[in-house]
C-alpha cells in the first residue's frame, strides 16, 4: 500500500507512535510517505521505503498567524495525488483531521477519491479539542473521517462525551517494539548517574501541567529517605523550573539530574529500576509502556487509559491522582529489596510483550484494508 501519515513531529507520544507505525509498515514493504512540518524525531538515518515531505508556511506581512493548516492541506493535495497514495492516516485531530477534510474534498473534484483514518490520541479530546475554540471543527472532521481510531478504551470513551461523534470508534492500542526496548543497562552509564549502585528512578515527559512533576520530585525525596536514589528527568518543558525548585526547596537537587531531550530511550530505560508517571490524565502513557518493556516497573496514578496498561501490583503501582504519600509507599515497596524489584522488573518485561508491534500493527493493516 501506499500510505500517507500526517502526525506531529516532535518527541511527543503521537509523533512518537505515528513515526514508529510508519517505520514498521515500511519494514513490511508499504510505501510510506511522511508529511509534516519537521523531520520527526524518530524518523533518523535512511529507511528503505520512506519518503519524507516537509510542509512548507511561507510567511507574508499580512500574516499574524501564518496559515499552516490550509499550507498542509496543499501539501497533502500534492503528495498524495503525485505518489498516488492510496490512503491518509492522520494523527492527532488537529489540526490534521480538518486539513485531511479539505485535502480529500480538493481531490474529489478531481474524482480522486482517498480514506482518511484519524487515529486520536489524547490531549487532542481531553484538553485542547473539547475546547469551544475547537469544538465544532474537531467534531466535524472526526465525523467525517472515514474511520476513526482511539488509543485506548478510556480515550474512546472520552471522545465520545465529549463530542457528538456520530461513527464508531476502533480501539487499536499504542504498541512498542519490545525487542528494541530489551537492552543490556550500560554499566559505564549505570555507574555515571549512580556511582554507589543507587537505585534510579526515571521520569519522561514533555513536562506540561498535566504530568504534575512535582509529584515526581515528592516521591523521589520520600523514597531518597529510606534508600539511596537518583532521580533522572528526561525530556524538557514548562514545569522543568518548577521540578528543579522544589528538588532544591527538599534537598534532594544534587541527586536529580536533568539529561534533557533523548532519542534513545532504550539506553535510558535500561538503567532505570523505577519509571514514575503521576499525570492527571493520560489516555495512554507510552513511556510507560516502553519503560516496562525494558524491564523497568511503573509507579504511576490511576488516570485515564494507565490501567489499561499497568497491572497493579504485578509490574507496577496505580494511586488516585496526587496521592504521593500512597505512591512513594508503592515506590520502595518495589524498590527497596533487591529480590521484589526483580520480581516487579520481569514482570514489567513478560507484561509489556502483549503491547509488542508485531501484534498491533496487523491490526493498522487490516483497518486499512478495510477501507481500500
Ligand atoms: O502526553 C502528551 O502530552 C503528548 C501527547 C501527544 O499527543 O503527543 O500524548 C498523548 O498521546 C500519546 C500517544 O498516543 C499517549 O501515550 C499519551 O498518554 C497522550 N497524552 C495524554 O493523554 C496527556
Do not use: W
Not at 520527526?40 to 510542509?55: A, D, K, M, S, T
Not at 480538493?106 to 475554540?133: A, C, F, M, R, S
Not at 518495589?334 to 520481569?346: A, G, M, P, S, Y
Amino acid at each position: 500500500m501506499k500510505i500517507g501519515i500526517v502526525c506531529y513531529p516532535t518527541f511527543g507520544g503521537s509523533g512518537v507512535l505515528a513515526t514508529e507505525l510508519g517505520k514498521a509498515l515500511a519494514q513490511k514493504g508499504h510505501l510510506v510517505h511522511f508529511i509534516t512540518y519537521q523531520q520527526p524525531v524518530r524518523l533518523n538515518g535512511f529507511i528503505p521505503n520512506i519518503f519524507y515531505h516537509e510542509v512548507q508556511v511561507p510567511t507574508y506581512p499580512l500574516f499574524d498567524y501564518p496559515p499552516y493548516e490550509t499550507a498542509l492541506a496543499s501539501t497533502m493535495v500534492d503528495v498524495i495525488k503525485n505518489n498516488k497514495l492510496d490512503l491518509l492516516h492522520v494523527h492527532y485531530a488537529i489540526p490534521h483531521a480538518s486539513a485531511a477534510y479539505m485535502a480529500r474534498q480538493i481531490l474529489l473534484k478531481e474524482n480522486y477519491k482517498i480514506p482518511v483514518i484519524t487515529t486520536l490520541h489524547g490531549t487532542d479530546i481531553t484538553l485542547v479539542g473539547k475546547d469551544k475554540t475547537y469544538a465544532p471543527v474537531v467534531t466535524f472532521s472526526i465525523n467525517e473521517s472515514t474511520a476513526i481510531t482511539a488509543v485506548s478504551e478510556n480515550l474512546k470513551e472520552e471522545t465520545f462525551k465529549h463530542f457528538n461523534i456520530t461513527k464508531n470508534i476502533e480501539v487499536i492500542p499504542n504498541f512498542v517494539d519490545v525487542k528494541r526496548f530489551t537492552r543490556k543497562p550500560i554499566d559505564a552509564f549505570r555507574k555515571v548517574i549512580a556511582p554507589k549502585n543507587e537505585r534510579i528512578l526515571l521520569h519522561a515527559s514533555n513536562f506540561r501541567k498535566i504530568k504534575r512533576v512535582e509529584d515526581v520530585v515528592k516521591i523521589f525525596a520520600a523514597v531518597k529517605k529510606v534508600k539511596p536514589a537518583k532521580l533522572l528527568f528526561v525530556g524538557d518543558g514548562p514545569e522543568r523550573s518548577t521540578a528543579e525548585n522544589l528538588g532544591r526547596d527538599l534537598g534532594v537537587c544534587d541527586d536529580i539530574q536533568f539529561v534533557g531531550k533523548q532519542e534513545q530511550m532504550e539506553d535510558i530505560m535500561a538503567i532505570a529500576d523505577l519509571f514514575l508517571l503521576t499525570s492527571a490524565y493520560e489516555s495512554f502513557g507510552l513511556a510507560a509502556l516502553e519503560a516496562m518493556a525494558a524491564g523497568v516497573p511503573v509507579v504511576a496514578s490511576n488516570a485515564g487509559g494507565l490501567s489499561e496498561i499497568i497491572k497493579d501490583g504485578y509490574c507496577g503501582f496505580m494511586s488516585n491522582v496526587g496521592d504521593v504519600d500512597n505512591m512513594a509507599k508503592q515506590a520502595l515497596s518495589i524498590v527497596e529489596n533487591d529480590k521484589t524489584l526483580v520480581q516487579f522488573k520481569k514482570h514489567a518485561s513478560l507484561h509489556a510483550k502483549q503491547f509488542d508491534i508485531s501484534k498491533v500493527i496487523p491490526l493498522y493493516e487490516k483497518l486499512y484494508e478495510k477501507y481500500l
